[in-house]
């Protein structure tokens, strides 16, 4: 959908802006993919050109049930996508996570890039794993020197330690 946006362009002619947009699309085998575009024009775009909220196998019932979310998406993106609209706190949240935590695919390169926020995810679960697994060692470590204490010795256990 295009309307005119009350306002020239960079070159004097009357300026156009393309609406924001959602779309199902099916694909080989039934894989379906759901994505939403923003608003752009020649005085402004946003830096992805689509946004996947989801790929994969899903029926029409799943669907049906994730399409209030989905227009609720395309409402936000096309609040912060376009010129004319002054978007709130939430939707700007909303946009922030979709570009964050969704597949996107940038105007630049055209490529596909994968969610850069499950990186994030990667990291902290990496690094709540490693200091689990450390906060477990400590306690069998001990348990372990108290244990060779007590079946050894002091004075065999001292014997053991280079002077």
């Known amino acids: 959908m295009k309307r005119k946006m009350g306002r020239n362009d960079l070159t004097g002619t009357p300026a156009i802006e393309h609406g924001a947009k959602l779309l199902y699309s099916l694909g080989d ?3 379906v993919a759901c994505l939403i575009s923003g608003a752009y024009s020649e005085l402004g775009r946003m830096q992805e050109k689509h946004i996947y909220l989801r790929i994969g196998r ?3 019932h799943q669907l049906l049930k994730r399409l209030e979310g989905d227009i609720q998406d ?3 993106y096309a609040y912060v996508s376009s010129l004319d609209t002054e978007p709130m706190l939430r939707e700007k949240l909303r946009v922030w996570f979709l570009q964050r935590f969704h597949p996107t695919q ?5 490529k596909f ?3 850069e926020g499950n990186r994030w995810i990667g990291t902290a679960v990496g690094f709540t794993m490693k200091t689990m697994v450390m906060a477990l ?3 069998v470590a001990v348990a372990v020197a108290l244990a060779m204490l007590i079946f050894l010795g002091f ?3 001292a014997e053991l330690i280079p002077h």
């Open 137 to 139: 060692i400590k306690p």
């Open 113 to 115: 890039a994968p969610a």
């Open 58 to 60: 899903y029926t029409a």
């Open 155 to 157: 004075d065999k256990l």
């Open 74 to 76: 395309l409402v936000s």
């Open 106 to 110: 940038k105007w630049d390169d055209d």
């Open 29 to 31: 085998g039934g894989h």
